[in-house]
């Protein structure tokens, strides 16, 4: 079996897309990767709604802007952003990457990808688990978009508050009774406009692994016979 390894340690979230159309069977498969997530008592909540009007992906994109730009307005009155980008050197363009992030343009990208995706869940079928089965979803659509060749990103900003939730789903004409569907996100599929750098560094496994209790990094030694490995096995299962 292929180890999805790569596809992983290489995916990274795209903003920006060329404005190709995506051909419909890789929209497909994406979703068809999705269909195959793992869901708890195979209750399968998930719901996805393709959207490629330019005027739907638009009031999308707006909504994607007053969402973010309202958290990152937070995060630059206490100062949290300018820490961020501190490493920018030339004042102007570091002023003009702070008003990029706290202005919300930062996540509008919905308005010039070719294909959205809204994820949804039915709250009738398992309830419980929606938000959890929604996310293996959401991880199988960006994985097999990469491996297709597409670019992807993830975005839950604007229906993080359950106002916007409210309005997002007024947009796609989803019921809004709270005790009908959740939105946990949507994805932004299209071909990626440039090459981007890798994927900014993940944290050593060292700094997040424990072994056997919290706090415990140090890996044990197994015992010697799990350490044995045979060349081949007759039919009792002995070397």
């Known amino acids: 079996m292929t180890d999805i390894l790569d596809v992983i340690v290489t995916r990274k979230s795209i903003?920006?897309?060329k404005p190709d159309p995506v051909p419909e069977e890789m929209i497909d498969k994406v979703l068809e990767a999705a269909r195959w997530a793992p869901t708890g008592e195979n209750y399968q909540p998930w719901r996805f709604i393709v959207i490629r009007?330019?005027?739907t992906r638009n009031k999308i994109g707006d909504l994607a802007k007053?969402?973010?730009g309202s958290r990152m307005t937070a995060w630059y009155c206490l100062g949290h952003m300018q820490e961020r980008f501190m490493k920018i050197e030339d004042p102007a363009k570091r002023a003009s990457v702070l008003e990029f992030m706290y202005s919300g343009r930062v996540s509008e990208f919905a308005k010039t990808s070719p294909v959205v995706i809204a994820v949804l869940g039915s709250l009738k079928e398992g309830s419980v688990d929606v938000p959890y089965d929604l996310s293996a979803a959401i991880e199988n659509i960006l994985l097999e978009a990469h491996s297709l060749g597409l670019g992807g990103c993830w975005v839950h900003g604007?229906?993080?508050s359950s106002r916007d939730a409210v309005k997002f789903k007024k947009i796609l004409n989803i019921p809004t009774a709270m005790s009908e569907y959740k939105v946990i996100a949507y994805i932004a599929i299209g071909w990626a406009?440039?090459?981007r750098k890798h994927p900014r560094?993940?944290?050593p496994l060292e700094e997040l692994v424990f072994w056997e209790e919290f706090g415990k990094t140090t890996r044990p030694k197994l015992p010697l016979e799990e350490l044995v490995y045979y060349e081949s096995f007759d039919e009792k299962g002995k070397a």
Do not use: M, W
């Open 15 to 17: 903003r920006r897309f």
């Open 53 to 55: 009007d330019q005027e």
């Open 66 to 68: 007053l969402g973010s």
């Open 158 to 160: 604007p229906v993080a």
């Open 193 to 195: 406009l440039e090459q």
């Open 201 to 203: 560094p993940k944290l």
